[in-house]
Nanobody
Framework: QVQLVESGGGLVQPGGSLRLSCTAS????????MGWYRQTPGKERELVAT???????NYADSVKGRFTISSDNAGNTVYLEMNTMKPEDTAVYYC?????????????????WGQGTQVTVSS
């Protein structure tokens, strides 16, 4: 089983910055993708940013130029640096990972989610 543990959520003023982190643990052979999604009441969960094992990043248009995603060399920890934050960034942010795990003498790819961490941008 894979666990994703998030940290760094909280309250920040408009224009401020916040840094989220998430670490994946468990019986992981490879981490293919890690990233962040966010969700507000009444809305679908939306992609914020992802980074894959090749270092390629993908950002939602709404956060391009303001947020930066990165991962460590092992690929099991992902960070989201959020700058110039806006009230519309307020949401529950969910860590996300696509990992490969062992199953007997073969392997399986699956998607996992963290519990979510609240980010609030307000004056």
């Amino acid at each position: 089983q894979v666990q994703l543990v998030e940290s760094g959520g909280g309250l920040v003023q408009p224009g401020g910055s916040l840094r989220l982190s998430c670490t994946a643990s468990g019986s992981i052979l490879r981490v293919n993708v890690m990233g962040w999604y966010r969700q507000t009441p009444g809305k679908e969960r939306e992609l914020v940013a992802t980074v894959n094992s090749g270092g390629n990043t993908n950002y939602a248009d709404s956060v391009k130029g303001r947020f930066t995603i990165s991962s460590d060399n092992a690929g099991n920890t992902v960070y989201l640096e959020m700058n110039t934050m806006k009230p519309e960034d307020t949401a529950v942010y969910y860590c996300y990972a696509v990992v490969v795990t062992p199953v007997f003498n073969w392997e399986r790819q699956a998607q996992y989610w963290g519990q979510g961490t609240q980010v609030t941008v307000s004056s």
